[in-house]
């Protein structure tokens, strides 16, 4: 593969997972402004696209992206205010339109993520990664402020502030197994059972409502910051009233009558079958 076919290649294993490779694997896959563009551009796309359940973000090659081209960073630094300020303005796009797409996003990482590739992993729902992949907050190292992508942000909701604060402000590595203690990694895999790991978690999550998936990934990220309890059961009522119209409601309430009917009580809240359901189905 070269550069050529893009900074982002996206394939379809099936119908509703999209799978998006930061693709400049020369370069340990480091951003550029094209990349960050590509993946708002695909994020715009998959708003609109009913049949896509899931978004798996991974890299292409050894690694997941070791941050922002350093080629580029020279240029950026001499860049007027005003460019700058609108350049920022196009790399955050990127991190909020993997927030804001109702698909859940499930970050695939091998190798390293550093810097905005950090960012970038940390902007997903989930994340798996391998036993050699390595995390860093390198922007101290940069002599560059850590907020940077909303890092600042999404880092301490993963760890706490401690460990974050940790993280940022020495610039260190963080390995695999640390990365699963501390809440930064989901599943810990081997690096040639990456691709299958995602995949499969990929299909569990597709294979359930896209609306109760949906309605799900928002309340989890509006309720993170809720006050009170009260507040996020207010957050909650509006989009459960939604949830409970969806045909797939009525279903699981005849998969679990028909279970609880036949003594099957243990297995009866997975009654639900784990295989997608259409397009345009809720």
């Known amino acids: 593969m070269t550069e050529e076919q893009g900074p982002l290649l996206v394939t379809r294993p099936s119908p509703e997972i999209v799978v998006a490779a930061l693709h400049r694997p020369h370069r340990m896959n480091a951003l550029t402004e094209g990349m960050f ?26 690694d997941f992206c070791s941050g922002y081209d350093l080629d580029e960073a020279g240029r950026i630094a001499a860049l007027p205010p005003a460019e700058l300020l609108g350049l920022l303005e196009r790399q955050s796009a990127a991190v909020t339109g993997l927030r804001d797409i109702p698909q859940p996003v499930l970050a695939a990482v091998d190798g390293v993520a550093v810097g905005a590739g950090l960012s970038l992993a940390l902007a997903a729902d989930l994340r798996v990664v391998t036993a050699r992949a390595r995390l860093r907050a390198s922007f101290v190292n940069m002599g560059l402020s850590g907020g940077d992508m909303g890092a600042s942000w999404l880092l301490p909701r993963l760890t706490g502030l401690g460990f974050a604060s940790e993280m940022m402000l020495t610039g260190r590595f963080v390995a695999a197994d640390e990365a699963l203690d501390q809440g930064l990694a989901n599943t810990v895999t081997d690096p ?45 009522a509006p989009l459960q009233t939604v949830a409970a119209q969806s045909p797939r409601i009525r279903q699981a309430v005849a998969d679990f009558r028909s279970s609880r009917a036949a003594g099957d009580t243990e297995n009866a809240p997975d009654a639900a079958p784990l295989t997608p359901t259409t397009p345009t189905e809720n």
């Open 192 to 236: 040639d059972d990456l691709h299958t790991t995602a995949l499969d978690l990929a299909r569990r999550i597709a294979a359930h409502s896209p609306v109760a998936v949906a309605l799900t990934k928002r309340v989890l990220q509006a309720n993170a910051d809720a006050p009170s309890l009260a507040i996020a059961l207010e957050r909650e």
């Open 37 to 62: 563009r590509a993946l708002a551009d695909l994020c715009a796309e998959l708003r609109a696209d009913a049949g896509a359940r899931v978004l798996v973000l991974t890299g292409t090659g050894t």
